[in-house]
């Protein structure tokens, strides 16, 4: 009984100071890379998984709360008359060993799109928010990060479900999976 108390006591006394030792707020590029997991496994030459065109740039930023982390960013593309802005949005437990930070998650894609003269969120118009978000795609995240001082390094995979909050199938669908990278500064 007096381990067990004394265990209690150690890891009450550790959540506090993992609370404080935790950067607010932080800034930076996540780099995605779109071919799925299924796709990468198709095989081919080293060369072919590096085009360009694979690669995409997004500004992220993310709130620390207690262990809990909120993180937010929106993917640019340009094509032909149109914009989209892809914006994610997830949440995550995270636990953290002095530089290694390991987290789980849920979250959200929430496209917009700009085409012609019209705006579009999630294939919806801009009016109608509530289908919109109750059409998200959603996912499961898992993450591997380091932490360099004011510097972060975070590696994420994101795995979509086959359902939406309308449509409540949450099964992963693991041949979509995506891999991201967050490049982060801690700002406060």
């Given amino acids: 009984m007096k381990k067990k108390i004394i265990v209690l006591l150690l890891v009450v006394a550790l959540i506090p100071s993992a609370i404080f030792a935790n950067d607010i707020l932080q800034l930076g590029l996540n780099v995605g890379y779109k071919p799925t997991?299924?796709?990468?496994?198709?095989?081919?030459?080293?060369?072919?998984?590096?085009?360009?065109?694979?690669?995409?740039?997004?500004?992220?930023?993310?709130?620390?709360l207690f262990f809990i982390d909120f993180d937010a960013s929106a993917y640019f593309n340009f094509g032909n008359n149109a914009i989209l802005i892809d914006t994610q949005l997830a949440s995550d437990l995270y636990f953290k060993l002095s530089?290694?930070?390991?987290a789980l998650g849920v979250g959200i894609n929430m496209p917009f799109l700009y085409s012609?003269?019209?705006w579009t969120m999630n294939g919806h118009p801009l009016d109608e928010a509530g289908a919109a978000f109750m059409n998200a795609n959603l996912a499961y995240r898992a993450g591997l990060g380091l932490d360099f001082g004011k510097f972060n390094m975070m590696v994420n995979y994101s795995?979509?479900?086959?359902?939406?909050?309308s449509n409540p199938d949450f099964a992963p669908r693991w041949?979509?999976?995506?891999?991201?990278?967050?490049?982060?500064?801690?700002?406060?």
């Avoid at 085009?51 to 709130?63: G, H, I, Q, S, V």
């Avoid at 795995?159 to 909050?165: D, L, N, Q, S, W």
């Fill in 99 to 102: 530089v290694v930070k390991l």
């Fill in 175 to 188: 041949d979509g999976g995506q891999f991201s990278l967050g490049l982060l500064i801690d700002l406060f």
């Fill in 37 to 64: 997991l299924s796709q990468m496994m198709e095989g081919g030459e080293l060369d072919d998984y590096f085009k360009w065109e694979y690669f995409t740039f997004a500004p992220e930023l993310k709130l620390n």
């Fill in 159 to 165: 795995v979509p479900t086959k359902g939406t909050f």
């Fill in 116 to 118: 012609g003269d019209t």
